[in-house]
């Protein structure tokens, strides 16, 4: 299935149904007076989260949300229907924006998170509802009002306790794969990963946390270079960065030079991102070069106030202990910055806020 995480969508609710004018006109009723029911209510736009939505695919296929108006009102008391609502299911973690206004509308960050995008309009009023004792006979009725419409971008920010960083080929699909149940695509090329994919990590009962393998970055990537543009929005919610390096025969590839392009990057993209727990792990143990070089890297790193960690993926060497850390790091960062996930943003309680 194709990954889309941003598109525009046009929403519409439904209009509200006209009143009715009508009288009753029964042989043996002579003074029926009037039986024009009132319209329906129109149909709500609502957006709710679902956890086997991946991606936003079909809204980019059908970017037209409209929900069916109210029924009419009719004689003989009958009033219209009021319009079922369109509910529209997307990935948890997506953001809604109105275009005109720049309001975030909604943020869905729970499963079965609900937001109404646009409220429908309120059925008119038949004249039943207009007899008084000075005016028995009305000859009036209200028409539906117009359902409220908006143009919303609809974000994609992919939930995860970890997010994996690190240039092409450092190994972050590897280590994923290694420590969850995660399946993502592993070769010897830059951009292999073109989505983001999400493990769960079960270290026992009550322990677990999310981690999410962000594609490849390189430098410029905030500028739009290479797939970073598309997914440094990926890690903003993240409790933790692990930032992989690892040697690389490319030319002008250095696992600190990597580290410090990138972390410019981050903060290119957002210093609140940059300004997030780090990890610095050194991947691919297992291959002879890299473990020869490890302790000078570990020199190099340490002048700069940062602790290289060792792994490799494919062995199992150091990946226990690395978890362990990163599970205590994400315990501590999340106990002490709880708004991370927020719970007091739309979006995030049982009952739907309006979208107004």
């Known amino acids: 299935m194709q990954f889309i995480d941003e598109v525009t969508v046009e929403v519409r609710a439904g209009d509200g149904g006209d009143g009715c004018v009508a009288f009753r006109r029964e042989r043996y009723r002579p003074r029926g007076g009037p039986s024009g029911g009132d319209g329906g209510d129109g149909g709500d736009v609502v957006l709710e989260a679902a956890e086997n939505v991946r991606t936003l695919l079909q809204l980019s296929l059908a970017p037209r949300l409209e929900a069916p108006r109210g029924q009419h009102g009719q004689g003989n008391d ?9 509910v529209v299911r997307v990935p948890v973690g997506t953001v809604a924006t109105d275009l005109a206004t720049g309001q975030i509308l909604a943020d869905l960050r729970s499963p079965g998170a609900r937001v109404v995008l646009a409220r429908g309009g309120r059925g008119g009023r038949g004249n039943m509802s207009f007899a008084t004792p000075g005016n028995r006979s009305p000859h009036k009725a209200e028409p539906g009002a117009p359902g409220e419409e908006r143009r919303v971008r609809l974000e994609l920010k992919v939930l995860a306790d970890v997010g994996l960083l690190g240039f092409p080929n450092t190994g972050k699909s590897t280590l994923i794969r290694a420590v969850s149940r995660a399946r993502p695509k592993v070769a010897p090329y830059p951009f292999t990963t073109l989505t983001p994919h999400v493990g769960v990590v079960t270290l026992g009962p009550e322990r677990t946390f ?34 992989l390096v690892t040697l690389d025969p490319a030319p002008g590839r250095k696992p600190l030079a990597d580290y410090d392009a990138l972390n410019a990057e ?30 000078r890297l570990e020199r190099s790193f340490a002048r700069r106030g940062v602790e290289l960690l060792a792994v490799s993926a494919a062995t199992g060497e150091g990946v226990s202990d690395l978890l362990l850390r990163v599970e205590a790091l994400v315990r501590r960062t999340r106990a002490a910055r709880p708004a991370d996930y927020g719970d007091d943003v ?11």
């Open 78 to 86: 009958r009033f219209g229907r009021n319009a079922e609502p369109l």
């Open 210 to 243: 999310v981690v999410a393998d962000i594609p490849g970055l390189i430098p410029g990537a905030a500028r739009g270079a290479g797939l970073g543009f598309r997914f440094l929005r990926h890690v903003e919610r993240t409790a933790v960065l692990l930032h």
């Open 266 to 295: 981050l903060r290119a993209y957002s210093a609140a991102l940059a300004a997030k727990p780090q990890l610095a792990v050194l991947t691919k143990l297992d291959l002879p070069d890299v473990r020869a070089a490890r302790p």
């Open 346 to 356: 739309p979006g995030n309680n049982d009952s739907p806020p309006s979208a107004e």
